[in-house]
């Protein structure tokens, strides 16, 4: 079975600044989807970011990037120029590629910024 | 509607009691997923609805909890002498489909907060 770790529980960036939150999973499958979700306090599950694991290139969308490193079963979120925001609960998601797509779901890290 | 709905946005029942939760998903949304939510915890899988059918339900933790979507849209999760294990967000998801969620992504309701008392 898929297992999605984020051995981060909390994290401080100071606005403007730049931020990584660490995850890991493990799973025997090649072919595979990453994500990265928002949610903040309205609990609304917000996609921030996708990776295909066939694809070497890292997803970016505007300040947000990943780090994929497919080998060591690592995928981290950068955020940069940190905003206000940004403020929320950040979860790490595995799909397989042929499942029924049913996310798995990290523990979360809450982020803080400071203004 | 514009987004996925659920309802209510908060429940506050007694131990032993029966409730119902309402997902309202998006018009034309074949796919319907149920996800719970504990307390510093991330989603964990419930049940996946294709159209009115119940694909898989291999998330739902014991016989107490039930899922129906007679019509392929609205889905209500049935949860039956419920206890206070059962407090947490129940989250309500849904897609075009499975396969096209990797390109459109899936939606997200805000969830309805469940405290057994």
């Known amino acids: 079975a898929q297992t999605v770790t984020q051995s981060q529980p909390e994290m401080s960036v100071q606005e403007a600044e730049t931020v990584t939150l660490s995850c890991t999973y493990d799973?025997?499958?090649?072919?595979?989807?990453l994500f990265w979700y928002k949610q903040p306090p309205s609990r609304q599950m917000i996609l921030v970011i996708r990776q295909e694991a066939y694809k070497q290139q890292n997803a970016t969308e505007n300040r947000f990037s990943v780090n994929f490193q497919k080998a060591a079963k690592s995928f981290s979120l950068k955020i940069s120029d940190s905003q206000l925001g940004d403020a929320a609960m950040y979860f790490c998601a595995y799909r397989s590629k042929g499942s029924q797509g049913n996310l798995i779901f990290g523990k979360g890290t809450k982020l803080s910024v400071k203004p | 509607g514009a987004g996925v709905s659920q309802t209510p946005s908060n429940k506050v029942t007694e131990k032993g009691k029966y409730v119902e939760l309402r997902c309202d998903p998006i018009?034309?949304?074949?796919?319907l997923y149920w996800y719970r939510q504990s307390l510093g915890q991330g989603p964990e899988f419930l049940i996946y609805f294709q159209g009115t059918g119940a694909a898989d339900d291999s998330g739902l933790p014991n016989d107490r909890f039930f899922a129906v979507r007679p019509e392929g849209s609205v889905s209500t999760l049935k949860i039956q002498r419920t206890e206070r294990g059962d407090s947490a967000v129940y989250l309500c998801a849904s897609s075009l489909s499975p396969v096209q969620a990797l390109s459109y992504g899936y939606t997200f309701g805000s969830g309805t907060r469940l405290t057994v008392v």
């Open positions: 018009s034309g949304h074949t796919a």
């Open positions: 799973t025997s499958e090649s072919d595979y989807y």
